[in-house]
């Protein structure tokens, strides 16, 4: 792995404008972390990975790397691409493990971050870093949101969440476990108690359902429910999965490794939602696919389709007559998510979109006075780049918003 690296590092040209830099969302220093690599800078390389980034090493491992980073390396063009994020990997690996977190001033100020995924760790981060006292809460019993309630372990290792719980204790973040804001507690009861400034990162966690036929059934269950705890679940031999998203792809591996025999995924059309990679990965674990399949309803039996007919450029024109009912011990529904209601209910003035999702304005802040949001509660379902990227800036906002 090391020689890898440092061959891949060897290739970087060193452009004078990065394209890779460019097309990383959260515009990771790609040529100046190499280069620091290569001179056995590794710590400060990591130091500087990680203060633009704090979610770097997640990122090295889940990113969409051939949308992003590898896909817009000018060696691309002719051969293959250097391969940053192996790099990125092994450097911000090292430096969560070796870190030295020196406490700045304080600032004399509490401030709270709701949801202990990629957005609300970076801000707790971020907030910390500049001094502000931060208590971070979480309706679940460990950091890392959908990282590790929903990306399966064999995709991204759980033990680098370890790593994170301990660098975020080092650095004075004190976390709050199964607290559900929007239930006992209120936003409104941090002002009470002092909290300078509120950020929400609850993300998405309500499965989408169809509106269809059958969806409370025994034999049915939500994608990212099943992911949450797969143990929990007697899927039987033959699984069918409605959705070609990253979440189907994950549910369907999972499934296959948990003893399914025969795992389907079904999409009405022929365009997928999931990355090329995902899609390859789910295949080579066994994974069959069925485009043209259109749910009508889901019954004891298994789920029951409208068969489509296409033209020539692949669009939907049309149905089959007959429906098809195709056999399935279990059905999973992964046609994406929406954020719980619970802060909206309870929260006077805090205001969503017609899907549900926060308003924010330029500078991240909600409908309420002194409280940010960032990530997928406001944009959806998206990616963990993106929600660290957007909590960074929010973190700022709340930083001008306390000291003014
Ligand atoms: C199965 C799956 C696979 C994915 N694969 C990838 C991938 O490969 N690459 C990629 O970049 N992205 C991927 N994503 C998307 C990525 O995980 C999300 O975009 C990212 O986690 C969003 O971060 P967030 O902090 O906004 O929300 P989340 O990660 O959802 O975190 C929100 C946190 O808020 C907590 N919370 C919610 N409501 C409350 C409340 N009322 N009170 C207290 N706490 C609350 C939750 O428990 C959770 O810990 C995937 C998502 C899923 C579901
Ligand atoms: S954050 Fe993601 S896109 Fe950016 S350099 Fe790292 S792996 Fe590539």
């Given at each position: ?6 061959t891949e590092?060897?290739r ?12 990383c ?9 190499i ?12 130091e ?6 704090p ?43 070796r ?5 700045p ?7 709270a971050?709701?949801?202990a ?8 981060v971020?907030?910390?870093?500049a001094?502000?006292?931060?208590t971070l809460?979480?309706?679940?019993d ?21 790593k ?5 204790n ?9 607290t559900s ?10 002002f009470r108690?002092?909290?300078?400034s509120?950020f ?14 059958g ?36 549910v ?8 399914a ?13 999931a ?6 990965y789910?295949?080579?674990?066994g994974?069959e696919?069925?485009?043209g ?21 692949d ?10 009912l195709?056999?399935?011990d ?6 994406s ?29 909600t ?6 949001a960032?990530?997928?509660v ?24 306390m000291e003014?």
């Amino acid at each position: 792995m090391a020689l890898r690296i440092v061959t891949e590092a060897n290739r970087c040209l060193q452009c004078k404008k990065p394209l890779c830099q460019e097309a990383c969302p959260i515009h990771t220093p790609i040529p100046k972390a190499i280069a620091l690599f290569k001179e056995n800078r590794l710590m400060e390389a990591g130091e500087m990975l990680f203060d633009n980034n704090p979610m770097s090493v997640i990122c090295s491992i889940v990113c969409d790397h051939e949308a992003q980073c590898a896909g817009h390396c000018v060696l691309g063009r002719k051969s293959s691409p250097v391969t940053f994020y192996n790099i990125e990997r092994f450097i911000s690996e090292a430096y969560l493990d070796r870190m030295k977190i020196e406490k700045p001033e304080p600032k004399g100020k509490k401030t709270a971050v709701i949801g202990a995924g990629p957005a609300g760790l970076t801000a707790a981060v971020e907030l910390a870093k500049a001094g502000y006292e931060v208590t971070l809460f979480d309706d679940n019993d460990h950091i890392g949101g959908m990282l590790n309630y929903g990306i399966p372990d064999f995709r991204l290792p759980k033990n680098l969440l370890e790593k994170y719980q301990k660098v975020m204790n080092k650095m004075g973040i004190q976390f709050r476990p199964n607290t559900s804001f929007g239930e006992s507690l209120r936003i409104q009861d941090l002002f009470r108690d002092n909290y300078a400034s509120v950020f929400i990162g609850t993300g998405v966690w309500r499965p989408k359902t169809l509106g269809i036929a059958g969806e409370s059934l025994a034999n049915v269950h939500f994608g990212v429910s099943y992911l949450a705890k797969p143990d929990a679940y007697e899927l039987g031999d033959k699984v069918a999965i409605i959705g070609m998203g990253n979440v189907a792809m994950d549910v369907a591996r999972t499934a296959l490794r948990h003893g399914a025999q025969q795992v389907t995924l079904y999409a009405r059309s022929k365009r997928i939602a999931a990355s090329q990679h995902e899609m390859e990965y789910a295949q080579l674990d066994g994974a069959e696919f069925a485009f043209g399949y259109a749910i009508q309803e889901i019954t004891p039996e298994g789920p029951v389709f409208r068969i489509a007919q296409f033209d020539e450029n692949d669009k939907v024109i049309g149905y089959e007559p007959e429906t098809e009912l195709v056999r399935a011990d279990a059905t999973i529904l992964a046609v994406s998510q929406a954020p719980k209601n619970r802060l909206l209910l309870t929260t006077e003035g805090l205001m969503a979109n017609d899907r549900g999702l926060l308003i924010t304005d330029e500078n991240c802040m909600t409908t309420v006075d002194g409280v940010f949001a960032a990530g997928d509660v406001v944009h959806g379902s998206h990616t963990v780049v993106a929600a660290a990227n957007e909590a960074r800036l929010a973190a700022q906002a709340m930083m001008r918003y306390m000291e003014n």
